[in-house]
């Protein structure tokens, strides 16, 4: 049973803190290091669909599927293992649930594939290598060197990724939990001309995420022309996979990242290339899907409090992750609530 209702409020998510807290693991040293490749997971529970779900047959391609694409990364895997597990548990079709993990070509694949299946054994799951050298070419060094990886840009490649007969995903950073059923969020209208769907910050200073040489030149800056373009997460979307096809986006962003190598328009990572092909043209998710921005910000990583409203998502984007501050004994109060989806198993290979 879940440990949360569907959509939580933040009254009863604070009432929560202490509870979780007294519960959470044991923390490592900070100054502890720790080999990657020898964490060892927990066998999940089962979870299994209830009775007004419609089963799937034995394809992906059922129309009753959800979708679910994110990347698979080494050094994140401990956070994606709370994302799948958060999932799993909080919707009423967990059996209807496919995941499409992106995993660099040159990673240990079959390790990877390996410690999914004994966590989850009864997941459907495909891991598809990314040939980094697609992408690496493409990259302007950001503000923090972790933005630079080139995973981080395998979301531009979807489209060409997936199976054809995937119509709809939702993609997932790997610093997140769900509190509440992903069919909501990947059921989100897209209306008649939508490729993507996220949550918008129209409060936030758009014209910062560009450079004044973006701004100063004309012919640059009528991109926005007829838009009224707005922030929005990459961390989570819904993606209308088959217009994304048929427009060719992967190429339109490409595009973007080749003129920002001769000429500096931008400095965050792959989000700039996303906010102009896509912002003021986006479906909009309510907030309570992406409560981002618990990992503090990209230079210190300090504590933050929720957003006013529901939630059904908490996103540790920023430079802090919840594992990293409990494992040094330095958490921030939220974290706690990241960690009761924590699978790593104690006690485990150390590496001093």
């Known amino acids: 049973m879940s440990r949360f209702s569907s959509s939580v409020s933040p009254v009863k998510i604070i009432s929560l803190l202490l509870w979780f807290i007294s519960t959470a693991p044991t923390a490592i040293s900070a100054t502890t290091k720790i080999n990657h490749l020898q964490f060892k997971f927990r066998e999940a529970p089962q979870f299994y669909n209830s009775h007004a779900c419609h089963h799937l047959s034995y394809t992906a391609c059922s129309d009753n599927a959800v979708h679910v694409a994110m990347t698979l990364d080494v050094a994140y895997l ?18 209807n649930v496919i995941f499409h993990f992106v995993a660099s070509a040159s990673a240990d694949i079959s390790h990877l594939n390996l410690t999914i ?9 495909t891991i598809y290598p990314f040939d980094d050298s697609a992408v690496a070419g493409l990259i302007s ?11 981080n840009y395998a ?3 979807l489209a060409d990724l997936l199976p054809s007969c995937v119509g709809r995903v939702v993609y997932l950073d790997s610093d997140l ?3 509440d059923d992903i069919a909501k969020l990947v059921a989100t209208p897209l209306g008649d001309r939508a490729v993507l769907a996220a949550p918008e910050y129209c409060n936030a200073n758009f014209t910062s995420y560009f450079t004044p040489t973006f701004w100063s030149n004309p012919s640059l800056s009528l991109t926005f022309a007829n838009r009224k373009p707005c922030y929005f997460n990459t961390g989570v979307m819904v993606i209308d996979v088959e217009r994304w096809r048929a427009g060719d986006y992967t190429t339109k962003i490409i595009e973007w990242m080749e003129l920002q190598k001769r000429m500096r328009i931008y400095e965050l990572g792959s989000l700039p290339p996303f906010l102009l092909v896509f912002a003021g043209n986006i479906a909009p998710v309510d907030h309570r899907w992406n409560q981002h921005g618990l990992g503090g910000d990209n230079f210190r990583g300090l504590c933050r409090d929720l957003h006013p409203g529901p939630v059904s998502l908490l996103h540790w984007s920023g430079k802090g992750k919840p594992w990293a501050r409990l494992d040094a004994n330095r ?18 290979l150390l590496e001093s």
Do not use: K
């Open 78 to 95: 401990r956070g994606s293992m709370a994302v799948i597990l958060s999932v799993l548990q909080h919707t009423s079709c967990p059996e």
């Open 117 to 125: 299946a004994e966590s989850f054994p009864y997941l459907s799951f």
């Open 141 to 151: 060094t950001s503000i923090r060197a972790a933005l630079d990886c080139p995973l």
């Open 155 to 157: 979301r531009n490649y």
């Open 177 to 179: 939990v769900l509190v």
């Open 331 to 348: 958490p921030c109060p939220l974290d706690a609530l990241w960690a009761p989806y924590d699978l790593l198993q104690t006690p485990f």
